[in-house]
C-alpha cells in the first residue's frame, strides 16, 4: 500500500491489521514501514524485562517519599524566594 492509500485509506488500513493481517508501506515503489498488530504484553513480559535489573536499595523508599513531598507542596513554594 502506497503512504497516499494508507493516508486516505487509514481506517480501512487499521481494520486490516486489526483482523491480523501485515501492512507494507511503500513510497515512490520502496518499502518504508510495516504495520503490524500491536502484540499484548503480560505479567510474563514485564517479569522478563526486569529479570537482569538489581533491586530498590535500602534508600529507594526514602527517594520516593521525598518526591512525592516535593510534589504535594509539603515543604512549602520553592519559588517563594525567587
Not at 21 to 45: C, L, Q, S
Request: hydrophobic content about 35%; aromatic content about 4%.
Amino acid at each position: 500500500m502506497t503512504a497516499t492509500e494508507a493516508s486516505r485509506r487509514f481506517s480501512d488500513l487499521l481494520d486490516a491489521i486489526e483482523r491480523g493481517e501485515t501492512v507494507t508501506i511503500t513510497r515512490g515503489n520502496h518499502p518504508v514501514a510495516e504495520i503490524r498488530p500491536a502484540r499484548r504484553r503480560t505479567g510474563a513480559d514485564l517479569r522478563a524485562a526486569l529479570a537482569d535489573i538489581p533491586p530498590p536499595d535500602d534508600g529507594f523508599e526514602e527517594d520516593i517519599t521525598s518526591a512525592l513531598t516535593l510534589l504535594h507542596g509539603e515543604e512549602g513554594d520553592p519559588w517563594a524566594d525567587a
